[in-house]
C-alpha cells in the first residue's frame, strides 16, 4: 500500500485532476485505505473524497471500499456535489484513471 512518501502515476495531466477516491477493493481493511488516501493528498495536493475522521459530512458513505455500494456511493457524491474531473486511484497498483 502507498504510505506517506509513496508515489503513484495518472494518465491525465494533473491540471485536469480535481480530485480522486480509492477505488474499490475486495476484503479490504477500509482503515488503512482511507488514512493511505489522506496521504496521498496529503503528498501531491490533490483533494480525496476517502478520509478517516470522527465527523463526517451528511451523506457521506465512502470509507468503506470493500461496501457493495461503494461505487454507487462515489458516483452519488461525485453528482450531489457536481464535481468534475474525478479520478480513480487504484492503490494496490499506485495508479491513476479517470472514473470509469
Do not use: Q
Not at 38 to 64: C, D, K, Q
Amino acid at each position: 500500500m502507498i504510505r506517506a512518501k509513496g508515489s503513484f502515476e495518472t494518465t491525465l495531466p494533473i491540471l485536469v485532476l480535481s480530485a480522486y477516491y480509492v477505488g474499490s477493493a475486495l476484503n479490504a481493511d477500509w482503515t488503512m485505505y482511507d488514512i493511505d488516501s489522506m496521504f496521498v493528498a496529503l503528498n501531491h495536493a490533490i483533494p480525496t473524497l476517502n478520509g478517516y475522521s470522527a465527523w463526517t459530512p451528511e451523506g457521506w458513505r465512502l470509507g468503506n471500499p470493500s461496501d457493495p455500494d461503494y461505487e454507487s456511493e462515489v458516483a452519488r457524491w461525485i453528482e450531489r456535489h457536481d464535481l468534475r474531473g474525478v479520478c480513480e486511484l487504484d492503490i494496490e497498483r499506485r495508479t491513476m484513471r479517470p472514473r470509469p
